[in-house]
């Protein structure tokens, strides 16, 4: 990573797809976001399967969760992950919101970093309430809290909500 010693700090990214080959395109998108010198991938949680949140009947999301290390800007890290969805045939906006897509990728959470920006919050506003994000945030960064309060997200209730993990099959 390009990033000085020192000036990185750990950002969890959600990752989410319920079209075409599902694994095959979230395998795709770590892969991208590992090519971005300044985005150093540590570690992947387990894939889980869940049923959609909202929008139009469809099909389930395999979602999974990648810690990284880096000193970009919240705001330049949106911009990186948006690039990475256009490259596996995301368009935004969606025609269908909460519909269905190739793949969809939240900036979930930022060690010690709060922001609150019209298209940009973190921590992702929804990260408390939905299990298929928060279990594997924790997978990867079992000792995250949120930064506003400080509370462990592994206290929360959606933190041991039931969730289908693929390798469980």
């Known amino acids: 990573m390009s990033a000085a010693v020192g000036s990185a700090r750990r950002v969890v990214l959600g990752l989410g797809s319920n079209l075409g080959d599902r694994l095959g395109t979230l395998r795709a998108a770590v892969e991208a976001l590992g090519a971005d010198p300044a985005l150093d991938v540590?570690?992947?949680?387990?894939r889980y399967e869940s049923p959609p949140a909202g929008g139009p009947p469809q099909g389930n999301y395999v979602n999974v969760a990648v810690l990284?290390?880096?000193?970009?800007?919240?705001?330049?890290i949106l911009v990186r992950t948006l690039a990475v969805e256009r490259s596996?045939?995301?368009?935004?906006?969606?025609?269908?919101r909460w519909g269905p897509r190739t793949i969809d990728i939240d900036v979930l959470w930022i060690e010690g970093e709060s922001v609150?920006?019209?298209?940009?919050?973190v921590p992702h506003p929804r990260l408390c309430l939905r299990a298929f994000a928060l279990r594997p945030l924790l997978d990867v960064a079992p000792d995250a809290r949120d930064p506003r309060t400080a509370e462990p997200y592994a206290a929360l209730p959606a933190a041991s909500a039931p969730l289908r993990r693929l390798d469980e099959v």
């Open 88 to 96: 596996l045939g995301r368009t935004r906006p969606d025609a269908v």
């Open 42 to 46: 540590l570690q992947e949680s387990p």
């Open 116 to 121: 609150a920006e019209p298209d940009l919050e």
């Open 68 to 76: 990284l290390a880096t000193s970009l800007p919240a705001r330049e």
